[in-house]
């Protein structure tokens, strides 16, 4: 049963300090997908990436975030430096869009960020 | 994409069925309607999407109306692991579309024993 999974499920760190969150996309899926979700906004869409390019990160910080996908196996999500502000429950989610495909997305079970 | 409306909450005694309706007015003829779950302390789940026809799957229905303008999710059987929040979402598929998604407030549907 394939899935997505995400490390480090929870991650408590000071404000300041560098967070690395990590996601493994189904295998075959084409497109990764990073999703904030906070009681206050909702799930927000971060970045996305189609083939490990970047396509659209506008829904990121850019001074503290940043989003890559090293190979096809792994994507992150960097926070440099963590804010309060930041702390949320963080998704990933893989599909495979592409023509005649159902554009399914498949989320991983997030990692809970608390920023002191 | 356009915009959709649901209501906030809604009850359902277990055993019963579940109809969650969706208002997307502003649609437009390339743009399908999706619907997502979201189980507590977990990731969105897909349900089941489509255009124009209904559609039934082994999780649930989909009955959208002529004009496109609404539609209903139907879970026939509704269990207590059913209890989430379902979202509705409007846009377009093509082979050039980027598959992302935009999550409203979603229906937090709560099924009682």
Redesign the interface.
Known sequence: DAR?TQTPRDKVTEMGQEVTMRCQPILGHN?V?W?RQTMMQ????LA?F?NRAP??DSGMPKDRFSAEMPDATLATLKIQPSEPRDSAVY?C?S?L???GS?????????TRLTVL | DAKTTQPTSMDCAEGRAANLPCNHSTISGNEYVYW?R?IHS?????II?GLKNNETNEMASLIITEDRKSSTLILPHATLRDTAVY?CIVRV???S?????????GTTLQVKP
């Open positions: 997505v497109t997908f999703y909702g799930l927000e869409l996305y189609r396509l659209d998704f989610a599909g869009v592409a023509s159902p554009d399914t997305q498949y989320f991983g079970p997030g | 997502y979201q977990q990731g969105p789940q897909y999407h979202y598929r093509s082979s579309n980027t598959g992302k998604l935009i999550f409203g407030q």
